[in-house]
């Protein structure tokens, strides 16, 4: 009786072993994405000062282990700083002033294990999106977009993955607006034969018009990308907004970082990071994380 115990008890470990295993493989090749406005850090925030919580933020992103990172509202030394102790990320971010080191970066990170870049650039939200520098319609600042096309080293005969990351304008929703058109038809010319995957601030609730320009159909024409966020919670909730004024009790508010992705990707979890040590956040707005499956 008790062999026939035994027996039947190593048939279970043996079947939960190789099961686990299984799970491990697959979730091998999934992608973790984190979009994260670190919040620029020559801002005079007092207590929440950037040398004050840059570890924190650091700590943060490192708890999460994204193969893909998108930041906005980066300045070159946060740039650097977060390359450097993240030195197996590859990099890309540029001043929104000239193109080069002036002004915020909409800097990227990805897994130099992991993928392979095949090419990348910038472009303005703006009706010169070739332009350094460059605005339009009613925005108060030059906006932008950074892009990468890479090969997934674990997946690579799967379509290569472009990935952007971007920041719309605080003030100006015509200028939102009209961004939220212009990112959707560069997904359409960059991502030709690329799965794609948007992270980014874009300054606008849920239902609002860049929402819906980015998501919605269009001239009888699906959008390239979903809302990542929504495909995994079907149902709105009250405690869905992002940006936290460094309180991580602010939980209300519209939900207003988002991440896209096409619909070859399978969007196995998102979650809006809720990090906090005494009631503060390492930024002024959450960070949120989605794993993806092709």
């Known amino acids: 009786m008790i062999s026939n115990l035994l027996r039947v008890a190593a048939l279970f470990y043996a079947v939960g072993l190789a099961m686990a295993m299984s799970d491990v493989v697959k979730a091998d090749d999934d992608i973790r994405v984190m979009t994260f406005n670190i919040r620029y850090g020559t801002a005079n925030d007092g207590e929440n000062h950037w040398d004050k919580r840059k570890e924190f933020l650091l700590e943060t992103i490192k708890a999460y282990g994204p193969d893909l990172l998108g930041t906005q509202e980066t300045v070159g030394f946060q740039r650097d700083y977060l390359a450097e102790h993240l030195p197996e990320f590859g990099v890309l971010g540029v001043g929104r002033d000239d193109g080069k080191e002036k002004g915020e970066m909409m800097a990227l990170y990805y897994k ?32 932008m977009a950074t892009w990468v096309k890479l090969r997934d080293q674990k997946q ?46 874009f300054n606008s609730g849920e ?87 092709r």
């Not at 992991?114 to 906006?143: C, I, V, Y």
């Not at 979890?269 to 794993?291: C, Q």
């Open 112 to 143: 130099n294990d992991r993928f392979t870049k095949l090419d990348e650039g910038h472009f303005w939200l703006s009706e010169s999106p070739q332009t350094a520098g460059s605005k339009s319609w009613d925005s108060s600042l030059p906006r």
């Open 156 to 201: 690579p005969s799967t379509p290569p993955i472009l990935f952007l990351n971007t920041h719309f304008d605080h003030r100006g929703p015509q200028a939102r607006l009209e961004s939220a058109k212009l990112i959707r038809e560069q997904l359409g010319v960059l991502g030709k034969g690329c799965t794609l995957i948007v992270t980014g601030d």
């Open 207 to 293: 239902g609002s018009p860049p929402y819906k320009a980015l998501f919605a159909e269009a001239d009888g024409q699906q959008s390239p990308v979903i809302d990542c966020y929504r495909k995994v919670h079907p149902e709105r909730a009250k405690d869905e907004g992002t940006a936290t004024a460094f309180k991580a009790s602010q939980t209300g508010g519209s939900r207003i970082d988002w991440i896209g992705c096409s619909r070859d990707w399978q969007v196995v979890e998102a979650k809006i990071n809720r990090t906090e040590r005494e009631g503060r956040t390492p930024s002024d707005h959450f960070p949120v994380e989605v794993v993806l499956k």
